[in-house]
């Protein structure tokens, strides 16, 4: 059911808004658009319910143009031999509203001027708010909205869950939790990244006019479909790229050894962690194919030639924030940063990279969650989940290089936006960071400029939906590496 062409684009609502303007200005039809929508999605619902064998419907409408696609969604349903029931509040001043409204009395539809359900129904269809809300909502219409999700039936959306901003995906502050969402002309960033996911539930889109030369993404749906190149017969370790991984405070040495192991899973020759000694016999037993360097018993010529003979650095995993871990990062940073490396910064790099801010080149690849980006930005987490498009562009304006914000729905701004549209809840682990960033080492390592970033990511996404497949509770990022070695050879 859920129709997202990879690579789809995805828009921000004033551009959906402003198309829609240039095409009435096209003497095109704006009620004739309406009547187009709402048609594709009935027909839709029509193919959908039959197989559900669903046939009591309520209709929920508002009092903008998002309620008039409710209405003539209702008159077709009604027409297909539903039964159907509209629940709406007043109609707005819209001509086209109305029109809507009185197509759907003409049907035999007479609304009820409230949303105080009448009997029970399998669905109850979402028509109350649609893109162009961006204020919170007051105390009546949260009502409305916890009421209709508070039933049992099946939820759905036409165009936006009421109650989600369409850019951020952020709730205002309640929005319906739609089991499918019909959104008309383009995709909204706001299904994707944010909340959005939790609301949205399986998407499609129902396109109706051509796109014109003025319409522009603000991202696109990374792809699924990664496929890695098949390994040459007469390659060895030195083929396959070297990954270099800094970190492990004596207080830490879990996370040096997640990026590394999935370093290795994801395809790398040769791995080679630098981490206080006290951590050195733990990473042997576990995985003794790792070469190990005692962070504190390397100088500057050391770390110089250990930089030379390596492909790609991870660096800040377990590194700490004390005086001892800035000493560290003060002693690497700049080496790395003026080598022709590729480079992930996570955890505590950022951490220092806040407090001493500098300009990173495109080979360097952070990935910040919200907290860390917060820190970032000099902000409040809550200030970057508020709009999380935002945010990503603020961080590359201010720091330069290419940007992962993880969370639901993870952005990746590199040449372009892209929305990671794979990965589950039960990712919200510790050490899935670490497991990322030693992929993102490991495949940059073997692949350089011919891979990229977005790809990284949706694969470290997939391994996490692969480690799901049994349920998303309890996942542990240690075992990504079995599901990482999977992805990764399909």
């Known amino acids: 059911m859920q129709q997202q062409v990879y690579h789809s684009?995805?828009?921000?609502?004033?551009?959906?808004?402003?198309?829609?303007?240039?095409?009435?200005?096209?003497?095109?039809?704006?009620?004739?658009?309406?009547?187009?929508?709402?048609?594709?999605?009935?027909?839709r619902l029509i193919t959908l319910f039959s197989q559900q064998k669903i046939k009591k419907i309520a209709v929920c409408c508002g009092q903008g143009n998002n309620a008039g696609d409710g209405y003539l969604v209702a008159k077709y349903l009604k027409q297909a031999g539903f039964q159907v029931d509209i629940y709406a509040a007043e109609l707005g001043n819209s001509k086209d509203l109305a029109s809507a409204g009185q197509e759907a009395q003409q049907a035999g539809l007479?609304?009820?001027?409230?949303?105080?359900?009448?009997?029970?129904?399998?669905?109850?269809?979402?028509?109350?708010?649609?893109?162009?809300?961006n204020r919170q909502l007051n105390s009546d219409w949260q009502n409305v909205i916890q009421t209709i999700n508070q039933q049992t039936g099946l939820k759905i959306s036409i165009d936006i869950p009421s109650g989600l901003d369409a850019n951020t995906g952020q709730p205002l502050p309640v929005a319906?939790?739609?089991?499918?969402?019909?959104?008309?002309l383009g995709l909204k960033a706001g299904l994707f990244t944010g909340q959005g996911k939790e609301y949205a539930g399986k998407i499609e889109l129902i396109s109706a006019i051509p796109t014109d030369t003025e319409l522009q993404p603000i991202a696109k749906l990374a792809s699924h479909q990664i496929q890695l190149p098949k390994r040459q017969a007469f390659g060895h370790k030195g083929s396959y790229g070297h990954v270099l991984v800094i970190g492990g405070h004596a207080d830490m040495g879990g996370a040096v050894i997640m990026a590394a192991e999935a370093a290795f899973a994801a395809g790398a020759g040769k791995v080679t962690i630098v981490c206080d000694a006290k951590h050195h016999t733990a990473i042997l037993s576990r995985a003794p194919n790792i070469m190990l360097r005692d962070i504190n018993a390397l100088n500057i010529e050391q770390r110089t030639a250990l930089i030379q003979q390596v492909d790609a650095v991870c660096f800040g995993m377990g590194l700490g924030r004390d005086q001892w871990a800035k000493e560290q990062y003060q002693a690497w940073f700049d080496l790395i940063r003026n080598s022709d490396l590729d480079i992930v910064l996570d955890a505590d790099a950022?951490?220092?990279?806040?407090?001493?801010?500098?300009?990173?080149?495109?080979?360097?690849?952070?990935?910040?969650?919200?907290?860390?980006?917060?820190?970032?930005?000099?902000?409040?987490?809550?200030?970057?989940?508020?709009d999380r498009?935002?945010?990503?562009?603020?961080?590359?304006?201010?720091?330069?290089?290419?940007?992962?914000?993880?969370?639901?729905?993870?952005?990746?701004?590199?040449?372009?936006?892209?929305?990671?549209?794979?990965?589950?809840?039960?990712?919200?682990?510790?050490?899935?960071?670490?497991?990322?960033?030693?992929?993102?080492?490991?495949?940059?390592?073997?692949?350089?400029?011919?891979i990229h970033l977005h790809e990284i990511v949706t694969l470290h996404a997939l391994a996490g939906d692969e480690l799901a497949k049994n349920g998303e509770r309890g996942l542990q990022a240690q075992d990504m590496k079995h599901a990482i070695y999977q992805v990764v050879n399909r």
């Open 110 to 133: 007479q609304p009820y001027s409230h949303f105080d359900f009448q009997s029970e129904y399998e669905v109850y269809i979402d028509a109350l708010f649609g893109i162009g809300l």
């Open 350 to 386: 950022l951490w220092f990279l806040a407090k001493q801010p500098q300009q990173l080149n495109s080979k360097t690849y952070t990935t910040p969650h919200p907290g860390e980006a917060a820190t970032l930005l000099d902000c409040k987490t809550l200030d970057i989940e508020t």
């Open 9 to 43: 684009p995805v828009y921000h609502s004033q551009s959906i808004q402003a198309w829609e303007q240039r095409w009435f200005q096209q003497q095109n039809s704006s009620y004739g658009l309406m009547q187009q929508v709402a048609w594709g999605i009935s027909q």
């Open 176 to 184: 319906i939790k739609a089991d499918y969402t019909f959104t008309g």
């Open 389 to 450: 498009i935002q945010a990503i562009h603020a961080l590359r304006q201010k720091y330069g290089g290419q940007w992962v914000l993880k969370g639901s729905g993870s952005l990746i701004l590199e040449q372009q936006l892209y929305i990671c549209t794979a990965g589950n809840a039960g990712m919200g682990t510790g050490g899935m960071g670490d497991v990322l960033a030693g992929m993102i080492a490991s495949l940059k390592a073997q692949f350089a400029q011919s």
